[in-house]
């Protein structure tokens, strides 16, 4: 089983700044990862699919990065909206796996 | 437009099996390469993987939790179904249908969830 670590667990950002999350696969998933959003009491968002690519009605502002083991979430300028919680996604095998999330909160 | 919406009990007890639909729309088994997985989230913690199924029946499942899982489809309901046996208070997490499409899998859409507390 492919695991998927975050990092940091927790970030604390200023509105207007950047933020960057990490993710790291245990083994190559080449490009076959995805972002997901999730704020409190609701579904995870698909952010970005094929580490890079942005989801439908994604702002220009979530940029994703990296392949084979190392992976990125780069938000360019924080807006309120942005503070929830982050989920990596491996889904080059079975079984599939999330990584434990990163919290970005509001500094 | 692709919706998903999970039902079930609220409440189970210890030892008795969990049966969860998700009803979709907007898609079809009837269309190759359409796929729905389930995912679930106890309070507070990380997303868990746990089965997948596609159009040609293909099933994939969590190891940790093969042996209790059961995936299964009604292409004419637009319905799939997930059955978990010997429920336990650990089990206790908001559960998600969500879609996917072969060969990507990431989840494009998700229902909204449904929490599901094992309780004597």
């Known amino acids: 089983e492919i695991v998927m670590t975050q990092s940091p667990a927790t970030l604390s950002v200023s509105p207007g700044e950047r933020a960057t999350l990490s993710c790291r696969a245990s083994?190559?998933?080449?490009?076959?990862l995805a972002w997901y959003q999730q704020k409190p009491g609701q579904a995870p968002r698909l952010l970005i699919y094929?580490?890079?690519t942005r989801a439908t009605g994604i702002p220009a502002r979530f940029s994703g990065s990296g392949s084979g083991t190392e992976f990125a979430l780069t938000i360019s300028s924080l807006q309120s909206e942005d503070f929830a919680v982050y989920y990596c996604?491996?889904?080059?095998?079975?079984?599939?796996?999330f990584g434990q999330g990163t919290k970005l909160e509001i500094k | 437009q692709i919706t998903l919406k999970e039902s079930g009990p609220t409440l189970v007890k210890p030892t008795q099996t969990l049966t969860l639909t998700c009803t979709f729309s907007?898609?079809?088994?009837?269309?190759?390469?359409?796929?729905v997985g389930w995912i679930r989230q106890p309070p507070g913690k990380a997303l868990e993987w746990l089965a997948f199924i596609y159009w040609d029946d293909d099933k994939r499942y969590s190891p940790s939790l093969k042996s209790r899982l059961t995936i299964t489809k009604d292409t004419s309901k637009n319905q799939v179904v997930l059955k978990m046996t010997n429920m336990d208070p650990v089990d206790t997490a908001t559960y998600y249908c969500a879609h996917a499409r072969w060969p990507q899998g990431y989840f494009d859409y998700w229902g909204q969830g449904t929490l599901v507390t094992v309780s004597s």
């Open positions: 094929g580490a890079s």
């Open positions: 907007g898609f079809s088994f009837s269309t190759s390469g359409v796929g």
């Open positions: 083994r190559s998933v080449s490009s076959n």
């Open positions: 996604h491996q889904y080059n095998y079975w079984p599939r796996t």
